[in-house]
């Protein structure tokens, strides 16, 4: 059996659990083991949920159970998720996250400590939520020197500007309605801003270039000044304004930016709607590639959470075997 810790019992840590009940027999099958969720760190008080007796509020439950060998971090932020997680890697224990905040701020000194303690840090789920990008990026489009990479990675403010647009409502309206159903975060700047994407197209650098942007190479703008009225001028010009983020090395350094953009309706990017996110990759051999699904949600984000926990518990396997 392989044991896991799951850190952050939100949306997305809830997801990643009730995958690995649900689909428990395909993921042994694919494996060749079990995947067992042996503990979850919270600090709420869970004693009602079936699942109770897998909670603790303590993280050193995980770190002083050698069964557990991969650990969940989602619990988002910087603070308590980049101290647990590296306590969790210096101790050889495997780390998957969709923490995009963490990846694009601590990311390289985290992927070094893993490194140096035989361990592996995923983050797969820190970009597009559902959409496989990271793994593509490194494996199957590897053989290309990336020209650029650009698209929606943010289902937010994606959601906001296809309100504006379908409704001819203002941004303080559609973002109120995006709130109400629990698209937008009660405090929403990071995706307003412009914040949450420009971290999501630095993690994609990093992936592709082997370097996220220096800070005067970023340059991130939100929607926040997106008027009805530019939707409307844009829509009668035959265009659609959607968030676009971009990755490219430009005079051998990377830059990233995003920026509300005017984009033609018959560029497959403009009819991306709602929290629906895609992302073009342009490779110099395999010319455009575009990667397209749900960019955010408990479910979505789980199904790319556990691929992780999938691909490390078959190397667990196979090291097994080897040994
Ligand atoms: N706030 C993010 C978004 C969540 O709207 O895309 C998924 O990363």
């Known amino acids: 059996m392989i044991n896991i810790a799951i850190l952050g019992f939100g949306i997305v840590g809830s997801g990643s659990y009730d995958l690995t009940v649900q689909n428990a027999g395909l993921i042994e099958k694919k494996v060749g083991d079990s995947v067992k969720v042996k503990k979850i760190v919270d600090i709420l008080d869970f004693s009602k949920h079936p699942a109770w007796s897998l909670f603790t509020k303590n993280f050193d439950d995980v770190m002083?159970?050698?069964?557990?060998?991969?650990?969940?971090?989602?619990?988002?932020?910087?603070?308590?998720?980049?101290?647990?997680?590296?306590?969790?890697?210096?101790?050889?224990?495997?780390?998957?996250?969709?923490?995009?905040?963490?990846?694009?701020?601590?990311?390289?000194?985290?992927?070094?400590?893993?490194?140096?303690?035989?361990?592996?840090?995923?983050?797969?789920?820190?970009?597009?939520?559902?959409?496989?990008?990271?793994?593509?990026?490194?494996?199957?489009?590897?053989?290309?020197?990336?020209?650029?990479?650009?698209?929606?990675?943010?289902?937010?403010?994606?959601?906001?500007?296809?309100?504006?647009?379908?409704?001819?409502?203002?941004?303080?309206?559609?973002?109120?309605?995006?709130?109400?159903?629990?698209?937008?975060?009660?405090?929403?700047?990071?995706?307003?801003?412009?914040?949450?994407?420009?971290?999501?197209?630095?993690?994609?650098?990093?992936?592709?270039?082997?370097?996220?942007?220096?800070?005067?190479?970023?340059?991130?703008?939100?929607?926040?000044?997106?008027?009805?009225e530019d939707i409307k001028k844009a829509k009668a010009d035959g265009c659609a304004i959607k968030l676009i983020g971009r990755a490219k090395m430009a005079d051998g350094k990377v830059k990233c930016s995003v920026a509300p953009e005017r984009v033609p309706l018959n560029n497959p990017l403009a009819t991306v709607d709602g929290v629906y996110n895609a992302i073009v990759v342009r490779g110099n051999f395999v010319g455009d590639v575009t990667f397209h699904g749900q960019g955010a949600g408990g479910r979505a984000t789980a199904s790319a959470i556990i691929g992780d926990v999938i691909e490390i518990a078959r190397d667990i396997v196979a090291s097994r075997k080897r040994a």
């Open 64 to 228: 002083n159970d050698p069964s557990i060998s991969i650990v969940i971090e989602t619990i988002g932020g910087t603070r308590f998720a980049y101290d647990f997680t590296k306590r969790a890697l210096a101790g050889g224990k495997n780390v998957v996250t969709s923490n995009k905040e963490l990846v694009s701020t601590h990311g390289l000194e985290l992927a070094e400590i893993a490194k140096k303690n035989n361990a592996v840090y995923l983050f797969e789920a820190s970009v597009g939520g559902g959409v496989p990008i990271i793994r593509p990026l490194k494996q199957c489009l590897a053989a290309n020197e990336i020209e650029e990479i650009f698209g929606i990675v943010n289902g937010t403010t994606n959601y906001i500007l296809t309100k504006m647009r379908d409704e001819g409502i203002s941004f303080e309206d559609a973002l109120k309605e995006a709130q109400a159903k629990g698209y937008a975060e009660k405090n929403p700047t990071d995706d307003i801003e412009g914040h949450d994407p420009i971290r999501k197209m630095n993690i994609l650098a990093w992936t592709a270039f082997g370097k996220m942007a220096d800070p005067e190479d970023t340059n991130a703008k939100g929607i926040s000044g997106v008027t009805a």
